[in-house]
């Protein structure tokens, strides 16, 4: 077992600020404590070569138990194992055999180019140079960006800066890897490369993966296991499939007309979930349908603009708690 | 060896990206040449009005060579990563070197040493122009032994300021938002250190208490002991001064370093 976890739970203290320049004054004389409890006592265990999903919308506490696994954050309550260090002390043996990838946090020197940033981390894990080399290559070559090493990190493009970003994460090859939104920002054809790349990466490396994420894309391509989080507890731990039966039933059509249409006959092309203004509407098909559905509408309404998602995170939990007849008072 | 790598490269790439930026370095050094060619006027000035021919103990000469030394010191030893280290601390880029492993004081340190390198060697360059002009027109000779004991304080002096501002820069720890902080504890500093002009200007009283603050060992006694104003025991008394307050702010450093980043790690990054 390479991750341990026994009713971890992790509270912030933050100060209330009502909006408004009153309470601003206010807030500089007196401020009312709070605290929020970001993790509540979670437990899981993760074996050796999984590749798990932590799924959950913004501020369930995703990133903070990632945090504290990976030694940034010291827990408010509870036990953590992984690697058989506890995190938080950050011991050297434990740094040395894990990395961490966070979407939205840089660690590539900006102004110079990303080779020296490599380098420098090559230099930091203690890699000797073969080693480096070969596993340089093989990392470029896979991410195809063997051609940018001596680009400047400032000219590089977003999808290009988080493959110099993994690249540096993955230096010294690390049995563990946490992945923080790593496909924030990008366009679907590098979320899709990335996303390959770490199957790939999984398979041949036999590296452990925990990854996070509020698009069910990434989960579902990758992981088999999911473990969603909402409001700082774990709401389902398992197969994907049960959540993939829920998440996946329907799929929401977001159309923009040129002509208004009645709510009535909008009605037979799938069920209306919001209406916003007369040429602004969300419809809810079901995915089995998806094709003829999306077709029909094409044909018979006046669409300017034409839009096919998968149905929101925190709903799609929802559906869960409603499927599994978990009281909502939980989630 | 491989453990000195790290921070070798850490000093390489600072010394990296300030080639990146050498025009903004250049620029920088017009906007120093500012103030001085200001004091140079205002003292000129003063000495003009004024009865005496030695003012605070400077002779006009004395004094002009002083505040061009004073503006090439102060820009030697000056720091520059507090507003890294805000930023670090701000967007939760420290959490990084939490993972790590490698140490962010030696990381600092390092990078803080190669990013100066380059301007180092040219203001050494210029401050080599500026005392031969000295001997040259005006006749003020420097001995070589105080250009040696000079380079030593120096080197002391750089240390001293490093740790100074790496203590200073812990406040990130506590409060969001430091960068006007930070400028304020900046001017004051070089206000104390002597940068601008002698601390003797300021009266006896005054000198008495800065002599015992770190600052002035930051920029006026390693002028004054190029100039040869400090007699050797005054210059051994001034280096030991200089060493006892480097393992002070290293100790200082360390403590706030330590509770700042637990807090750090409390609070998140």
């Given at each position: 077992?390479?991750?341990?976890?026994n009713?971890?739970?992790k509270?912030?203290?933050?100060?209330k600020?009502?909006l408004?320049?009153?309470?601003?004054?206010?807030?500089?004389?007196?401020?009312?404590?709070?605290?929020?409890?970001?993790?509540?006592q979670?437990?899981?265990?993760?074996?050796?070569g999984e590749?798990v999903?932590f799924?959950?919308?913004?501020?369930?506490?995703?990133?903070?138990t990632?945090k504290?696994?990976?030694?940034?954050?010291?827990?408010?309550?509870?036990?953590?194992?992984?690697l058989?260090?506890?995190?938080?002390?950050?011991k050297k043996?434990?740094?040395?055999?894990f990395?961490?990838?966070?979407?939205?946090?840089?660690?590539?020197?900006?102004?110079?180019?990303a080779?020296?940033?490599?380098?420098?981390?090559?230099?930091?894990?203690e890699?000797?140079?073969?080693?480096?080399?070969?596993?340089?290559g093989?990392?470029?070559?896979?991410?195809?960006?063997?051609?940018?090493?001596?680009?400047?990190?400032r000219?590089?493009?977003?999808?290009?800066?988080m493959?110099?970003?993994?690249?540096a994460a993955?230096?010294?090859k690390?049995?563990?890897?946490?992945?923080?939104?790593p496909?924030?920002?990008?366009?679907?054809?590098?979320?899709?490369?990335?996303?390959e790349?770490f199957?790939?990466?999984?398979?041949?490396?036999?590296a452990?993966?925990?990854l996070t994420?509020h698009?069910?894309a990434d989960?579902?391509?990758l992981c088999?296991?999911?473990?969603i989080?909402?409001?700082g507890?774990?709401?389902?731990?398992?197969?994907?499939?049960?959540v993939?039966?829920?998440?996946?039933?329907?799929?929401?059509?977001?159309?923009?007309l040129?002509?208004?249409?009645?709510?009535?006959?909008?009605?037979?092309?799938g069920?209306?979930?919001?209406?916003?203004?007369?040429?602004?509407?969300?419809?809810?098909?079901?995915?089995?349908?998806?094709k003829?559905?999306?077709?029909?509408?094409?044909?018979r309404?006046p669409?300017?603009d034409f839009?096919?998602?998968?149905?929101?995170?925190?709903?799609?939990i929802?559906?869960?708690f409603?499927?599994?007849?978990?009281?909502?008072?939980?989630a | 060896?491989?453990?000195?790598k790290?921070?070798?490269?850490?000093?390489?790439l600072?010394?990296?990206t300030?080639?990146e930026?050498?025009l903004?370095?250049a620029?920088?050094?017009?906007?120093?040449?500012?103030p001085?060619?200001?004091?140079?006027?205002?003292?000129?000035a003063?000495?003009?009005?004024?009865?005496?021919?030695?003012?605070?103990?400077y002779?006009?000469?004395?004094?002009?060579?002083y505040?061009?030394?004073?503006g090439?010191?102060?820009?030697?030893?000056?720091?520059?990563?507090?507003?890294?280290i805000?930023?670090?601390?701000?967007?939760?880029?420290f959490?990084?070197?939490?993972?790590?492993?490698?140490?962010?004081f030696?990381?600092?340190?390092?990078?803080?040493?190669g990013?100066?390198?380059?301007?180092?060697?040219?203001?050494?360059?210029?401050?080599?122009i500026?005392?031969?002009g000295l001997?040259?027109?005006w006749g003020?000779?420097?001995?070589f032994?105080?250009?040696?004991?000079?380079?030593?304080t120096?080197?002391?002096a750089?240390?001293?300021n490093?740790?100074?501002f790496?203590?200073?820069?812990?406040?990130?720890?506590?409060i969001v938002?430091?960068?006007f902080?930070?400028?304020?504890?900046?001017?004051?500093?070089?206000?104390?250190?002597?940068?601008?002009?002698p601390?003797?200007?300021f009266?006896?009283?005054?000198?008495?208490?800065?002599?015992?603050?770190?600052?002035?060992?930051?920029?006026?006694?390693?002028?004054?002991?190029l100039?040869?104003k400090t007699d050797?025991?005054?210059?051994?008394t001034?280096?030991?001064l200089?060493?006892l307050w480097?393992?002070?702010?290293?100790?200082?450093?360390?403590?706030?370093?330590r509770?700042g980043?637990?807090?750090?790690?409390?609070v998140?990054?």
């Amino acid at each position: 077992m390479i991750i341990d976890v026994n009713h971890l739970s992790k509270s912030f203290e933050y100060y209330k600020k009502e909006l408004g320049l009153k309470s601003s004054i206010k807030n500089l004389f007196y401020r009312e404590k709070l605290t929020k409890e970001a993790v509540r006592q979670i437990s899981f265990q993760i074996e050796e070569g999984e590749m798990v999903g932590f799924l959950g919308p913004n501020g369930a506490g995703k990133t903070t138990t990632l945090k504290m696994l990976s030694g940034i954050l010291h827990p408010t309550g509870g036990k953590a194992s992984v690697l058989g260090f506890t995190p938080w002390e950050r011991k050297k043996a434990f740094k040395m055999q894990f990395a961490i990838v966070m979407g939205q946090k840089n660690q590539l020197w900006w102004d110079l180019p990303a080779n020296e940033s490599l380098y420098l981390n090559k230099c930091i894990y203690e890699v000797d140079d073969r080693t480096y080399q070969s596993t340089l290559g093989e990392l470029t070559e896979l991410l195809d960006v063997k051609d940018l090493l001596n680009v400047q990190v400032r000219r590089l493009s977003l999808g290009e800066r988080m493959k110099m970003e993994l690249i540096a994460a993955l230096i010294h090859k690390p049995k563990l890897i946490f992945l923080d939104e790593p496909t924030i920002g990008l366009d679907i054809l590098s979320q899709k490369k990335i996303r390959e790349f770490f199957k790939y990466y999984n398979r041949e490396k036999r590296a452990t993966i925990i990854l996070t994420s509020h698009y069910i894309a990434d989960i579902e391509d990758l992981c088999k296991r999911s473990i969603i989080i909402n409001q700082g507890r774990i709401v389902y731990d398992g197969d994907l499939q049960g959540v993939n039966e829920v998440f996946a039933q329907s799929k929401v059509i977001k159309l923009q007309l040129s002509v208004p249409v009645t709510p009535k006959v909008l009605a037979t092309f799938g069920h209306v979930r919001e209406q916003s203004d007369e040429l602004t509407v969300t419809l809810e098909v079901p995915r089995a349908e998806l094709k003829e559905r999306s077709k029909a509408i094409l044909d018979r309404l006046p669409v300017l603009d034409f839009n096919i998602e998968d149905i929101p995170v925190e709903e799609g939990i929802a559906l869960l708690f409603e499927k599994q007849g978990v009281p909502d008072a939980v989630a | 060896m491989l453990l000195l790598k790290k921070y070798s490269k850490a000093f390489e790439l600072g010394f990296q990206t300030a080639l990146e930026y050498r025009l903004n370095f250049a620029i920088s050094l017009v906007s120093a040449a500012y103030p001085i060619i200001i004091q140079t006027f205002l003292w000129t000035a003063i000495f003009q009005a004024s009865a005496q021919q030695v003012v605070y103990g400077y002779t006009f000469r004395q004094m002009i060579a002083y505040t061009f030394l004073a503006g090439l010191v102060a820009r030697i030893v000056r720091t520059g990563f507090e507003y890294e280290i805000m930023d670090d601390v701000k967007t939760g880029k420290f959490s990084r070197f939490l993972v790590q492993p490698v140490g962010y004081f030696q990381y600092r340190l390092c990078s803080f040493f190669g990013n100066k390198l380059p301007g180092l060697a040219m203001i050494l360059g210029l401050l080599v122009i500026v005392l031969v002009g000295l001997n040259i027109f005006w006749g003020v000779s420097v001995q070589f032994v105080n250009i040696l004991v000079f380079l030593v304080t120096m080197v002391l002096a750089i240390t001293l300021n490093f740790l100074l501002f790496y203590s200073i820069s812990a406040i990130s720890f506590w409060i969001v938002e430091v960068g006007f902080l930070f400028e304020g504890i900046r001017i004051v500093t070089i206000l104390l250190s002597g940068g601008i002009f002698p601390l003797e200007v300021f009266g006896d009283r005054f000198m008495q208490v800065v002599n015992f603050l770190p600052f002035k060992y930051t920029v006026s006694f390693p002028i004054n002991v190029l100039n040869g104003k400090t007699d050797p025991a005054g210059i051994v008394t001034g280096i030991l001064l200089q060493c006892l307050w480097i393992v002070i702010f290293l100790g200082v450093s360390n403590l706030l370093w330590r509770v700042g980043s637990r807090r750090f790690v409390a609070v998140g990054g």
